[in-house]
């Protein structure tokens, strides 16, 4: 499936794959400039996403940092020890390395690729991605989705079944019904509807693909919001991309655990709620339990509008 196309360069990824555009704090994916891709959650290697030669490798700081050449354009990517030599090629869905910890990881980042399209041989560099564009093939995908979206309710996302609990890390669950869509969360806005990505609120950004590609700036401002409540506003735009700038005033729990946030990847059907504490919690795999929401806007106007 193609996910990503920068300038006739291609980025494919297995059907098994998650990925995201939004689900980290770092600057490329703040400005749509990199994708993360996750193969299934347990796996130490990773299919090939692109065509290239490895002209680059070094591992410094703990960070192992490569880059490739593809046609006139180069890739950039993070945290993967390569499996061949300077000079090699890879094609598109060879194995491409082993996935490796970074010093940038928080303790709920599960391995990964970071991958950046740029137009010149700097890897070092933190700055320097082109701008992604969403793939057809994955707008597609996105449309029909949505296509189904419309035939559940919009509180189907609540009630939740515990798939892992990885201690001290996340706890993974899975919607009761979900609307088989890229993310178990979809998002209406405008009139437009798509699936909610991100870490919310933690990264302070997260992003809604849609399926239009005639995303109206008129957009730009509006409110999003989750279980009624109001989450954060579309700052900017990118084709079927909406980037999302995430309120700091809003609290995710379940059975009265407070939670740091949660985390939604595409092409992927579950929800990863990550605690705050992990003391007193008794949460175990296999249980039912209801995801809540509160905003401390909205908390504060009914408290006042009580007096």
Known sequence: ???????????????????SFSNSPYYAHKYFKAVDIYPPLGDKTIASPFNGKLVYYRELHGEHICGFKTGEYYIRILHLKPYMDLGEEVGVGEVLGE????????????????VEIRDKPEFLRA???????????????VRNSVSKVA??????????KIILVNKNRYILVKPRKTCLGLTPIAIEVDGVKGFLEGGIPYYGYGGIIVSSTDT???????????????????DYTRRSYLHIQLYKDIVFYTREIPLKGIGLYLNNPYIKLVPRKWSNNCLKEGDVLVLSLISLKTLGKSINNSY
Do not use: Q
């Not at 564009?133 to 995908?141: F, H, K, P, Q, V």
């Not at 109206?216 to 579309?234: A, D, F, Q, V, W």
């Open 216 to 234: 109206s700036h008129s957009i730009k401002g509006e409110t999003i919001y989750l279980y009624g409540e109001p989450i954060g506003y579309i």
């Open 151 to 160: 035939k559940l309710n919009k509180n189907n996302y609540v009630e939740s």
């Open 127 to 141: 700055r320097g991605g082109l701008e992604l564009d969403l793939a057809i093939d994955l707008i597609e995908l």
């Open 1 to 19: 499936m193609n996910i990503v196309e920068c300038r006739g360069v291609f980025l494919k990824i297995p059907r098994n794959y998650s990925f």
């Open 99 to 114: 996935l490796m910890d970074s010093p940038t990881f928080c303790p709920w980042t599960d391995h990964h690729i970071h």
